[in-house]
């Protein structure tokens, strides 16, 4: 069981333990319930919470399922993520896994989202009083996936301080930025800090961070992805010439409004290609 005492290696060890069953009880146990269930609503969005208490480790997993519209009923989208109580509250763990693209190995990567991540997201974004566990699914499920950026995002921010076996992190997504840490042996491991959104952004960092950002993923397009097969590659492409018009094209668009939309395009992309490169 996660402990407040344990290290994030530790805790990256347990979350990998627990990985293949808290998958294979969505798919052989609760997904067949979640689309019998939502098959017979007749309200959509569908949204439904899930739990699931590993018999061994005994870590708590939440499972949120949404179905946009009817015809969509047998395939469900599902967020999941652990959540255990740290040294200042709750912090929530979520996990990808992707293959490497040269040996195409698995690798379990984690996002530690501490307690004042959430606290902050919740007072500078979401800015209602809906439950907890509604708030953090918001934020998984329209952030799925995160962007990197540049050492100058990390330099602007004054909120971070060096710490002892780790790096300072910047990461950008639909909502704005998020600030943390990555731990130098294990690089599979993202601690969350604390969030800005767009409209909160210093100066500083809107003149010098996100114009450099454009530029950079202009350059970079889809790079992340393997281009291992015809139907990757097709998809890549498409995707990378979509990007591109985005941050370079003449649409009369702000930084941030090319931020967005470029991020928007970036997500569709992923979960196009994501069934082709997760275990």
Same mark, same amino acid.
């Given at each position: ?10 805790? $990256? ?107 902050? $997201? ?14 953090? !699914? ?5 952030? %799925? ?23 300072? %992190? %910047? ?45 950079? @993923?202009?350059?970079?397009?889809? %790079? ?15 995707? !990378? ?5 985005? @941050? ?27 069934? $082709?490169?997760?275990?």
């Amino acid at each position: 069981m996660i402990l407040s005492t344990m290290t994030y290696e530790e805790i $990256y060890r347990e979350i990998s333990h627990d990985f293949r069953d808290v998958l294979d009880y969505y798919k052989q146990t609760l997904k067949p319930k979640v689309c019998k269930s939502a098959q017979k609503s007749r309200i959509y969005p569908w949204r439904k919470f899930d739990f699931y208490t590993h018999p061994k480790s005994r870590n708590k997993y939440v499972y949120f399922s949404i179905v946009k519209k009817h015809s969509l009923w047998e395939s469900p989208e599902v967020v999941n993520f652990c959540e255990y109580e740290g040294k200042y509250g709750k912090e929530i763990i979520t996990v990808a896994v992707w293959k490497d693209r040269m040996t195409f190995r698995p690798t379990i990567i984690i996002s530690v989202f501490q307690a004042h991540f959430f606290k902050r $997201y919740f007072e500078r974004f979401i800015k209602n009083d809906q439950a907890e566990y509604d708030k953090i !699914a918001i934020f998984l499920a329209r952030n %799925a996936y995160s962007l990197p950026l540049s050492s100058e995002a990390v330099s602007a921010n004054e909120l971070l301080k060096d710490e002892p076996g780790y790096l300072n %992190a %910047a990461l950008l997504n639909l909502d704005g930025l998020c600030f943390g840490k990555v731990s130098k042996d294990n690089r599979n491991i993202i601690i969350y800090k604390t969030f800005l959104p767009f409209d909160e952004l210093h100066s500083i960092q809107n003149e010098k961070v996100l114009p450099e950002y454009i530029r950079m @993923l202009a350059t970079q397009g889809c %790079a992340d992805y393997p281009q291992c097969s015809e139907t990757i590659n097709t998809l890549y492409m498409d995707s !990378a010439r979509k990007l591109r018009d985005i @941050l370079l094209g003449d649409n009369g668009m702000t930084n941030e409004e090319r931020i967005r939309a470029y991020l928007q395009e970036y997500s569709k992309a992923c979960h196009a290609l994501y069934k $082709y490169i997760i275990v």
